[in-house]
């Protein structure tokens, strides 16, 4: 089935740094989904991306729909502490609506 | 901002016993979907719902799995008879079209004995 890989799987940084995490298919997606998860609660949508090549901002995140459409990448600007948690890129599978998830990037702020 | 409730947020059952977790979509929302995450691990399909039936499942949800919309706010989700590996969060998700992304509740974390 389709899989999503999302590098790195977690990564430690100094509040007020810039991150930038991806999101890798071996097949074509046709929409991508990137949502941030925090300790026991349920995945919340940050973006949604449509067509190949679109950039898409919300606040001090940035993602874009790569142009072979098996890819994406999520950009945070000056991150603050509340950013960490996991980061979850996802896309429905095959045209259909159940969505594939990657197995997430955590990311850690440190004060 | 309107969201997916779900109750209860933690449910204790022992294994072999019915479990019946439920959520309350967005109100416009006409697509319903259910989800687990097994703790550590990535978030799962299990089953989506249009129009009153199935749309598609997944392997894992098998016969002991059921869903339901018995009245026009809830939906549920019946495992019939837990298993020890049925422990994981199941979260509950709505979309309000076919395409349109989907909004996740807070989950029910379910604890098999």
């Known amino acids: 089935g389709q899989q999503l890989n999302q590098s790195p799987q977690s990564m430690f940084i100094q509040e007020g740094e810039d991150v930038s995490m991806n999101c890798t298919s071996s097949s074509i997606f046709n929409t991508w989904l990137w949502y941030k998860q925090d300790p026991g609660e349920g995945p919340v949508l940050l973006i949604a991306l449509y067509k190949a090549g679109e950039l898409t901002s919300n606040g001090r995140l940035t993602a874009q729909f790569g142009i072979t459409r098996k890819d994406s990448f999520l950009n945070i600007s000056a991150s603050i502490p509340s950013d960490v948690g996991i980061y979850f890129c996802?896309?429905?599978?095959?045209?259909?609506?159940?969505?594939?998830f990657g197995k997430g990037t955590r990311l850690s702020v440190i004060a | 901002e309107p969201e997916v409730t779900q109750t209860p947020s933690h449910q204790v059952t022992q294994m072999g016993q019915e479990v019946i977790l439920r959520c309350v979509p967005i109100s416009n929302h006409l697509y319903f979907y259910w989800y687990r995450q097994i703790l550590g691990q990535k978030v799962e399909f299990l089953v989506s719902?249009?129009?009153?039936?199935?749309?598609?499942k997944s392997e894992i949800f098998d016969d002991q799995f059921s869903v339901e919309r018995p009245d026009g706010s809830n939906f549920t989700l019946k495992i019939r008879s837990t298993k020890l590996e049925d422990s994981a969060m199941y979260f509950c998700a709505s979309s309000e079209r076919v395409y349109q992304p989907q909004h996740f509740g807070d989950g029910t974390r379910l604890s098999i004995l």
């Open positions: 719902f249009y129009n009153n039936e199935i749309s598609e």
């Open positions: 996802a896309g429905p599978t095959s045209g259909n609506t159940p969505l594939v």
